[in-house]
């Protein structure tokens, strides 16, 4: 944890340089590293951002994305419908080192496909209200839905779990067959919050399924019976990066935003998993 923190610090002082202006809130992301005061803490204590308030959304594993969504656009709303002063920007931050957490007390084959899957992965991005972004005249993704589930009798299938010398990763070999099984109900209920049919609009959607490997993309990409070149951004990130834990979705949602190919108003369609076994997705726009 101690070396954790050296890094994130590290991470940290790239992602806001002197002179940067202070958020009105930072969501730090997290599943790989803990300490308190948190990193984040200790750079906003030393730019004396006194009106910056730091959230924690920790230990989701592959999912946290969605739930740091889930609350920045909570914060954002609750704060324009009369619970304290408009806020005008809400950063989320993910440090996930994972290389911390390889397991060399043990060459299992869980542990390998640990060692051989998983890689680290820092990144930041900001939500605002729409006016405001669009005045801004640049590129983003407009949130429209972001929905959670359990899927009943999977708790065992996925645990990250405290062990003498790392956090210990163990995945079930079931979990592809719980996502094949599950996926197209959990896609359909997600759209119909949008007042959409799945089935009518799929062929027009880009996807962002968070890579837990190529077997959940594969198993995905069959259930919902799509093509290859709608998933193909999660390929291209888990062939460059690995798994890197919560902060995969938003590199797959940054290769997105630069691909010209895709014009704006396209809908994009995030899926991702974790401990629970907790599916979660979110649907958004391309500005």
């Not at 949130?143 to 299938?157: D, G, M, T």
Request: some cysteine; hydrophobic content about 45%; aromatic content about 10%.
């Amino acid at each position: 944890m101690s070396l954790f923190g050296q890094i994130v610090d590290q991470v940290l002082e790239k992602t806001y340089p002197t002179n940067t202006l202070a958020p009105d809130d930072i969501i730090h992301v997290s599943c790989s590293g803990y300490l308190a005061p948190s990193p984040v803490e200790k750079m906003v204590s030393q730019k004396q951002w006194r009106k910056t308030t730091v959230t924690h959304s920790y230990h989701m594993g592959c999912y946290g994305s969605i739930p740091a969504l889930r609350m920045a656009t909570g914060f954002l709303a609750a704060s324009y419908y009369g619970l304290g002063k408009p806020k005008q920007q809400i950063d989320i931050v993910h440090t996930e080192f994972l290389t911390l957490h390889v397991n060399l007390t043990s060459l299992a084959p869980r542990d390998i496909l640990a060692m051989t899957l998983f890689g680290d992965g820092f990144i930041k991005y900001s939500i605002y209200p729409l006016k405001s972004f669009v005045s801004q005249k640049s590129s983003g993704l407009k949130v429209l839905a972001l929905k959670e589930a359990i899927i009943p009798n999977s708790l065992a299938e996925m645990l990250w779990n405290l062990s003498s010398y790392n956090f210990e990763m163990i995945l079930s070999k079931k979990i592809p067959f719980l996502i094949r099984d599950n996926i197209l109900i959990f896609v359909e209920e997600l759209m119909s919050e949008i007042g959409l049919e799945f089935a009518k609009e799929k062929d027009k959607i880009v996807f962002a399924i968070h890579p837990g490997g190529p077997k959940i993309i594969e198993f995905i990409q069959r259930s919902l019976k799509i093509a290859p070149e709608q998933v193909a951004f999660s390929h291209e990130i888990l062939t460059q990066f690995g798994n890197m834990s919560s902060a995969t979705l938003p590199y797959i949602w940054d290769k997105i935003l630069s691909a010209k190919e895709i014009p704006s108003g396209t809908l994009v369609l995030s899926i991702a998993f974790g401990p629970g076994l907790t599916a979660a997705g979110a649907i958004m726009e391309k500005l």
